[in-house]
């Protein structure tokens, strides 16, 4: 399995970008996905999170009404829509496949691959 992450770039404040992830394999519908990020000197976090079917989405707080998680499955493709960008959203985002599902969607450990991640960098 293999996830390639895109899309990222550097924005003014207040601008918006669009991540995707495309992932190998035939077995994509199968597994949730989400995005986590890592900003200068801080540990990775949880961005978003969508079920197989993208029917259901969860978000931090921190991004909630900004950001959109989505996914194509006849693409393999999963998608984060980032509008109203802010300087703090600064990061390398990654993109995960949750292999082994519990219950905290936003907990690393139920992600088993990683895409290489993308940086953003929003200017103020």
């Known amino acids: 399995v293999q996830l390639q992450a895109s899309g990222g770039g550097s924005v003014q404040a207040g601008g918006s970008l669009r991540l995707s992830c495309a992932a190998s394999g035939r077995t994509f519908s199968n597994y949730a996905v989400g995005w986590f990020r890592r900003a200068p000197g801080k540990e990775r976090e949880f961005v978003a999170a969508c079920s197989r079917s993208g029917s259901s989405a969860f978000y931090a707080d921190s991004v909630k009404g900004r950001f959109t998680i989505s996914r194509d499955n006849t693409k393999n493709t999963v998608y984060l829509q980032m509008n109203s960008l802010k300087p703090e959203d600064t990061a390398v985002y990654y993109c995960?496949?949750?292999?082994?599902?519990?219950?905290?969607?936003?907990?690393?450990?139920?992600?088993?691959?990683w895409g290489q991640g993308t940086l953003v960098t929003v200017s103020s």
């Open positions: 995960g496949r949750r292999g082994s599902p519990g219950s905290m969607w936003y907990a690393q450990n139920e992600y088993d691959y």
